[in-house]
């Protein structure tokens, strides 16, 4: 067996007052680009001394990112993007179990790794139905040892935001404490200025927090490494959906920025928010796998 679980390295890098904690590689198929190591790469240039991987549903580079992490002295923090199943995740009814809510979930513990590989199997064994899914009956009995945060858009706490029902968001705020414990789950703001949606979900999302004391952390919802990458993206998502360039009724993410930006960047956009950015340096340290 390879020895996978090596001891933390002695870290010479300083640490960042932000961590990026939601991040794709090209692992999240078709929807992002970069390998494991050019994030990794990418990171240790901008100064970056942890850093999460977040691909959807799937644990596919985990390892190797892992091991490339360790190799330039940054710390890894394993996780997924989930779908949540609308209902049960064995549920296949046409018109309601084909959509799903997107759940960022990150590792704490080695118990929440173990934890999370079962989630993802039975997502992919029992749950899929267009897409593999996971439910809350499933998050209650495997939660132990993981993180969660709201999750970008589509996410299910995001869509009552946007939807402008708080109350709503607020019954769903305590059911997802009361599945993972309040100090582990997190309203997640998503730094996408050029999207006016975004802006009016994370508005709602601090009005959120401050009724029911959820605390904020801020991600850039990283899909690329390098702004001028977007285009590239771009047709990578045209490819997945069957899509021309030139379709403009067609899904695309071109509009936003989905790069690995720099940490002062991140400040900057929430320097009225300090607490968002303080808690993704806490939630980097409480990682330990």
């Known amino acids: 067996q390879r020895n996978v679980f090596m001891s933390q390295p002695s870290l010479s890098i300083p640490k960042s007052p932000f961590v990026h904690l939601h991040v794709h590689s090209m692992f999240s198929l078709y929807d992002a680009m970069g390998s494991t190591e050019e994030l990794v790469a990418r990171a240790k240039e901008l100064g970056y001394d942890a850093l999460a991987l977040t691909d959807h549903n799937s644990l596919y580079g985990t390892i190797e990112f ?52 079962t989630l993802v199997s039975i997502s992919y064994l029992e749950g899929f139905y267009y897409r593999p899914r996971m439910d809350k009956a499933l998050l209650r009995q495997y939660g132990t040892g993981l993180i969660a945060l709201s999750g970008c858009g589509k996410g299910e706490i995001p869509k009552a935001c946007q939807a402008h029902d708080l109350e709503r968001a607020h019954e769903l705020v305590t059911e997802y404490q009361e599945i993972f414990g309040k100090d582990s789950f997190f309203l997640e703001l998503v730094h996408h200025p050029e999207s006016p949606t975004q802006v009016d979900i994370n508005e709602n999302l601090m009005e959120l927090s401050r009724l029911t004391g959820a605390p904020l952390v801020a991600t850039k919802d990283v899909h690329y490494l390098h702004p001028d990458d977007r285009e590239a993206q771009d047709v990578l998502t045209c490819i997945h959906d069957g899509k021309l360039v030139d379709d403009h009724h067609r899904h695309s993410m071109s509009l936003v920025d989905h790069s690995l930006c720099a940490a002062q960047t991140m400040l900057e956009a929430f320097k009225d928010h300090p607490e968002a950015i303080e808690n993704t340096r806490r939630i980097a340290d409480r990682c330990e796998v």
Do not use: M, V
């Open 66 to 117: 892992y091991e490339a992490a360790h190799k330039a002295g940054i710390k890894p923090i394993l996780g997924i993007e989930a779908n949540l199943a609308a209902r049960a995740h064995t549920d296949r009814r046409p018109g309601i179990d084909t959509h799903s809510s997107h759940l960022t979930l990150l590792i704490e513990t080695l118990a929440g790794y173990k934890n999370l590989l």
